[in-house]
Nanobody, 121 residues
Framework: QVQLVESGGGLVQPGGSLRLSCAASGFISGINAMGWYRQAPGRQRELVARIDSGGSTNYADSAKGRFTISRDIAKNTVYLQMNSLKPEDTAVYYC???????????????WGQGTQVTVSS
């Protein structure tokens, strides 16, 4: 099992910044990729940003140019730096890790508990 613990959410004014952190623990060896998803009320969960084991990243169009995903391998931690925040960024942000099931290429998803980000004046 992989455990993910997020931190860093909160209330911020439009145009402000926040940095989310996700610390992974447990059986973390073999994780293919980690990422951040978000879910706003009444909407489906959506990918925000993702980083794979080789360090390649991809972003949702809404995040490009404003958000940056990074990792500290020594700390088993992934970060999401969010700048120029907008009210439409308001959502619960979830950390995700993907890891193949033992002996297969089938990926299992692991999720954190989520952290609320509210962008409002």
């Amino acid at each position: 099992q992989v455990q993910l613990v997020e931190s860093g959410g909160g209330l911020v004014q439009p145009g402000g910044s926040l940095r989310l952190s996700c610390a992974a623990s447990g059986f973390i060896s073999g994780i293919n990729a980690m990422g951040w998803y978000r879910q706003a009320p009444g909407r489906q969960r959506e990918l925000v940003a993702r980083i794979d084991s080789g360090g390649s990243t991809n972003y949702a169009d809404s995040a490009k140019g404003r958000f940056t995903i990074s990792r500290d391998i020594a700390k088993n931690t992934v970060y999401l730096q969010m700048n120029s925040l907008k009210p439409e960024d308001t959502a619960v942000y979830y950390c995700n890790a993907q890891k193949p099931r033992r002996g297969t290429s089938i990926l299992s998803d692991y999720w954190g508990q989520g952290t609320q980000v509210t962008v409002s004046s």
